[in-house]
């Protein structure tokens, strides 16, 4: 895919009134490039980005889980901008909490978000970016999306499932020259920890101490998170435009860690059943 030079290219995002996706909004209109930004408050999105000039902004109030709503929203891109090259799917939030405190109400509206949301807009946009023969897919998961641990088995999940969504997705386009990155970060300094941001269960059990820590320590972390909201953004957009890069963008070097060690872990696990897996093979004719 030939990131377009001759012209301001068009970017559909979701998830885009703060954090990542704010910035991205920001320095996509400050390139002078085309941006339809989704958002469940199209007046906080224009109130956070101030002074920013919006006359190439397309703001959009979309419930992802829609699957009209969300194709009606990348046809009025398109039509507005007269195409569509870029698509990042950002929308997502956090949970905290141990598995048994977590209620069906609490699975089903992750996942509509970091799964459904992201099918529903992926159908949307691939028949147009399929039958152009150009664009790129930028889906925004984690570094949890590599790894786990305790009190985020919900985030997890829904990364986890994104992950192999995208790898499979980037495996079927690959013909299309349609390019897919999966961006992972680690901790950003976002609102993302805040309990503005993050949900937590509505009921927790005595029995899980530590995640009730764990949760503690992660709203005091807020403020100091490694990771640069500007600065990832422009990673993000610097791979989009050279059309370089792996399938895998690890931004932060607390997820170039965390993935490392899960790395050696798998490796670990995989060496130590060398040797039993096979059993289970039908015995040579």
């Known amino acids: 895919m030939a990131f377009p030079m001759d012209r301001p290219a068009t970017w559909f995002v979701t998830g885009t009134s703060r954090g990542l996706g704010l910035e991205l909004v920001k320095q996509l209109l400050d390139r002078g490039d085309n941006v339809a930004a989704t958002t469940r408050s199209t007046e906080r999105l224009l109130s956070a980005l101030g002074d920013v000039d919006t006359s190439r ?26 195409g569509l090259d870029v698509v990042v799917n950002n929308a997502g939030y956090g949970f905290l909490a141990a598995v048994e405190e977590t209620t069906d109400r609490d699975v089903r509206d992750m996942l509509d978000v970091q799964v459904v949301g992201v099918w529903n807009v992926l159908r949307a946009a691939l028949p147009i970016l399929r039958e152009q023969r150009s664009g790129h897919i930028v889906n925004v998961s984690s570094i949890l999306g590599l ?19 995208s790898e499979a997705l980037a495996a079927e386009v690959a013909g299309f020259d349609v390019k897919v990155t999966i961006v992972e970060p680690g901790y950003f300094r976002t609102d993302f920890l805040t309990t503005d941001s993050i949900a937590l269960p509505a009921a927790t059990t005595a029995a899980y101490p530590a995640i009730r820590e764990m949760t503690a320590e992660h709203l005091r972390l807020q403020g ?23 399938l895998r963008q690890l931004l932060g070097s607390d997820a ?29 004719a």
């Open 57 to 82: 902004l397309l703001p959009l109030a979309v419930d992802l889980r829609d699957d009209e709503a969300v194709t009606q929203a990348v046809h009025q891109t398109s039509e507005r901008f007269g």
């Open 147 to 165: 790894t786990a641990v305790p009190g985020w088995a919900l985030y997890c999940a829904g990364k986890f499932a994104l992950e192999g969504l």
């Open 224 to 246: 100091s998170q490694l990771g640069d909201p500007v600065r990832g953004a422009a990673a993000i957009i610097g791979q989009v435009v050279s059309g370089d890069g792996p």
């Open 256 to 284: 170039h860690s965390y993935a490392t060690a899960k790395v050696d872990a798998l490796r670990a696990n995989v060496e130590a059943t060398a040797g039993t897996a096979p059993s289970t093979d039908f015995p040579a």
